[in-house]
C-alpha cells in the first residue's frame, strides 16, 4: 500500500510542475483569433403591407446599410416562413441580392411569395402575416442570421440591426362591398367572441356609418353586437382607413347589465381608456372584420378594473 501512495505522489508532483504557464496556450486570451461578424442595419421601411386587390404585383420591402467594421459583404439572402421561427428549416428562399451598394433594397412581390410558399396565391387572404428573414453573406463566404448572431445586439434598439421583418395581407376598405350602394346593414357570423356575448355560429348585425351619423364615411357600428342583452349607453364605432383597412375604436360606455355593472370598452392600443386606438381590421374585400377591444367596469371616463383586451371575430354571411 505504501508503495502505491509513493508512485501516486510521483505522479501527482510531476502533474503539478508540468503545467507550467506558457505563453498563448488558450487561443481564447488573444482577440486577434477570432473572426470579425457582419451585419445589416434598417435604412428605411419601403412597405410591409400587401395589396390583396393587386397581390402579384404588389410589392414590400426594406431598404438596408451594411455596417462598416471592415468586413465586406458579398450579398443578402431574402427568405420567407408562415410562422415567426429561428428553425431554417421553415424559411423558404426568396432570393438573393448582391450588396453593390451602401443600401440595397430587399423586397418581395406577392407573386414571389406565392412560389416560394409553394401555394397558389389565390389561397392569400387578407390577414395573413409572412415572416421575413435576411441573411449576411461575406466575401469570405460566411454568413450571418438570426441564428448565429448575438441577441444583444439584435435587441438593442440603438443598433437598428435588420435581420428579421413582418408583412401583412390587407385590403383597402370600400363601404359597398358590404352593404352594397344602398344599404345600411350587413349581418356577420360570429366566428369568434372572447368576451362571450355571443358563441361561435350566432348571427349580428353590423351598421354603416354610427347611431348618431349614419351616413358618416369609413366608420361602422358595433350596436349589433354589444348591448343586446343589457341596457344600451353608447354606440361602440370601428373607424377605418380606406387604404388598408386598418381600424381604430374609441373608448365608449357601452352598457349596463341587469345586475347595474356598466361596462366600457375601446381598441387595444396604448392611450386613456377613452382614446381612440387602433383596433385591428375591417376587410369588405372579404367581408371580414378582426378586432381587439380593452374591456372595462364603469364609465369610460372614470373606469374600474380593466380585463384586458378580448377578441372579436366575424365573417360575413
Known amino acids: 500500500m505504501k508503495k502505491n501512495i509513493f508512485y501516486v505522489l510521483v505522479a501527482l508532483s510531476i502533474g503539478m510542475f508540468s503545467c507550467k504557464k506558457t505563453d498563448n496556450i488558450n487561443p481564447l486570451s488573444d482577440y486577434s483569433n477570432f473572426k470579425q461578424g457582419a451585419y445589416i442595419t434598417l435604412n428605411r421601411t419601403i412597405n410591409t403591407e400587401f395589396n390583396f386587390n393587386s397581390l402579384a404585383a404588389s410589392q414590400v420591402g426594406v431598404n438596408v446599410k451594411k455596417y462598416n467594421n471592415g468586413v465586406e459583404i458579398d450579398s443578402v439572402i431574402l427568405y420567407v416562413s408562415a410562422t415567426a421561427t429561428t428553425d431554417k428549416t421553415k424559411w423558404k428562399l426568396i432570393k438573393a441580392s448582391a450588396f453593390t451598394a451602401d443600401s440595397i433594397d430587399l423586397t418581395c412581390t406577392g407573386a414571389q411569395l406565392a412560389t416560394a410558399l409553394g401555394v397558389d396565391i389565390a389561397s ?31 435587441s438593442g434598439a440603438a443598433y437598428k440591426v435588420c435581420l428579421r421583418w413582418s408583412t401583412f395581407i390587407v385590403c383597402g376598405y370600400n363601404a359597398t362591398e358590404i352593404f352594397g350602394s344602398t344599404g345600411t346593414e350587413a349581418d356577420f357570423e360570429v366566428i369568434v367572441d372572447g368576451w362571450e356575448d355571443w358563441y361561435s355560429g350566432d348571427v349580428v348585425t353590423i351598421y354603416k356609418g354610427s347611431l348618431l351619423k349614419p351616413d358618416t364615411v369609413n366608420t361602422i357600428s358595433l350596436r349589433g353586437v354589444y348591448g343586446d342583452n343589457a341596457t344600451f349607453l353608447g354606440d361602440l364605432v370601428a373607424r377605418i382607413n380606406p387604404a388598408n383597412g386598418s381600424t381604430s375604436v374609441k373608448g365608449v360606455t357601452v352598457y349596463r347589465y341587469p345586475s347595474g355593472t356598466t361596462y366600457s370598452a375601446r381598441g387595444y392600443g396604448n392611450g386613456a381608456a377613452d382614446d381612440d386606438v387602433q383596433a385591428g381590421y375591417v376587410f369588405s374585400c372579404t367581408g371580414y372584420i378582426g378586432l381587439t377591444l380593452n374591456w372595462y367596469t364603469g364609465p369610460i371616463t372614470s373606469v374600474g378594473t380593466n380585463f384586458g383586451p378580448f377578441r372579436i371575430i366575424l365573417q360575413q354571411l
Open 124 to 154: 392569400l387572404e387578407p390577414g395573413s402575416q409572412f415572416f421575413f428573414y435576411n441573411r449576411i453573406v461575406t466575401k469570405e463566404g460566411l454568413s450571418y442570421d438570426v441564428t448565429n448572431i448575438g441577441q444583444s445586439l439584435e
